[in-house]
């Protein structure tokens, strides 16, 4: 019988769960065994009880559970060679040789790693006498599949990351709930969201709620959006508006790489000196409320979906088939090469570093405010 171990890795993201759920449950329908590693990379180096194996009933009601129940951790072990011995080590004792890692591009590049290391790392065990080879010999090949779990939406090569919807909605809501104290008070908002170095949340967010001016690593600002800023946020002010709501990307850089503060930008708004803004102005961080509580809808599906294809992804892997990951494309569910996308993914960084986004990405100013 196949054995499959499905983990998740990194920061936690609203969707996890239907992953780990699909997983398992659709394993057992499959015929294998169902695994969970609980704690991430971290169960997987302790191994002992963090490595469980599953029945159809240990995942009910996990769709409607927010974060991971199975755990996840920012493991430095893993990122060493002897604790990738451990894992290895872990893993054959368990008899798995499929595992399905839920987490971002850092945790699904440690996993491609671990899997090219593999033969090597077996040669090892056997010849620290750790295990023996008639133990190793029936697990030549460790297949490894990637699901994007991240509310960032900051991996290339997929539309959506699991939990990215469920962070914006999120966003909105928080977004909608300040509106209405801002326009009461006639009050200026600088709202910062997450995203790390990607501005996906912001941007999105800013589109759905029609704020006034929003800031995104990804475009990073010439010196003069300060100007630029004023210029817009008076506009909307002359046409009657009783609210400013700026929506700043944690990840915010000008373009000579300094970060854009939310308080920055707030001592701007409420610059009292002649025509200065002269706005008063708060600063909302709304910090982990965006990664936290249970998943939207198309969360849900999406982890579910992409658990399900994922685990025939690994029942139908050749010791040649290359680490793929599950990706979502014009609302199709496909198969891509992990590598690839981390390396697009990295290109897109470097452009923004080079102060040369606007070539990578082809932005262009909208207006859309409310
Ligand atoms: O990658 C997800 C994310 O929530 C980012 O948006 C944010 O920068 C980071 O994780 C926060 O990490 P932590 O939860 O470790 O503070």
Known sequence: KKKIAVMTSGGDSPGMNAV????????????????????????????????????????????SEGGTLIGTARCMAFYERPGRLTAAKNLVLNGIDALIICGGDGSLTGADKFRAEWPSLLEELVDNKELTPEQVAPYKHLNIVGLVGSIDNDLSGTDATIGCYSALSRICEMVDYIEATASSHSRAFVIEVMGRHCGWLALLAGVATGADFVFIPERPRDQDWREDMKVVVQRHRNMGKRKTIVIVAEGARDKDGTKITPTEIKDLLADKSEGGLCLDTRITTLGHVQRGGTAVAYDRILGTLQGVEAVKAVLEATPETETCFIAINENKIVRKPLMQAVKETKEVAVAVDAKDFDKAMGLRDTEFSD
């Not at 971290?42 to 469980?52: A, K, N, P, S, T």
Request: with cysteine; charged share 25%.
């Open 20 to 63: 780990v759920r699909a997983v398992v449950r659709m394993s057992i329908h499959m015929g294998c065994d169902a695994f969970c590693i609980y704690e991430g990379y971290e169960g997987l180096v302790q191994g002992g009880d963090f490595i469980r194996q599953m029945g159809w009933d240990d995942v009910r009601s996990f769709l």
